[in-house]
């Protein structure tokens, strides 16, 4: 979440929230990405949500 967003108070989220989510390819990655990104239908024009999307990579577990 961006700095001082106020669902990171301490009683809401917390300010080290965070969420992964991971993807069988990258493609599909993509096309979630896209989705996150677009006007949610039930914001009000001009609205968008305070997030901060990022596309990782997953470590390699295979050492």
Excluded: C, T
């Amino acid at each position: 979440m961006p700095e001082n967003d106020p669902m990171s108070a301490p009683h809401l989220l917390g300010d080290s929230w965070a969420n992964e989510r991971w993807f069988d390819s990258e493609a599909e990655r993509d096309r979630a990405v896209e989705g996150i990104l677009r006007q949610p239908p039930y914001y009000r024009k001009g609205d968008s949500p305070s997030i901060i999307v990022e596309k990782i990579e997953r470590p390699n577990s295979a050492s």
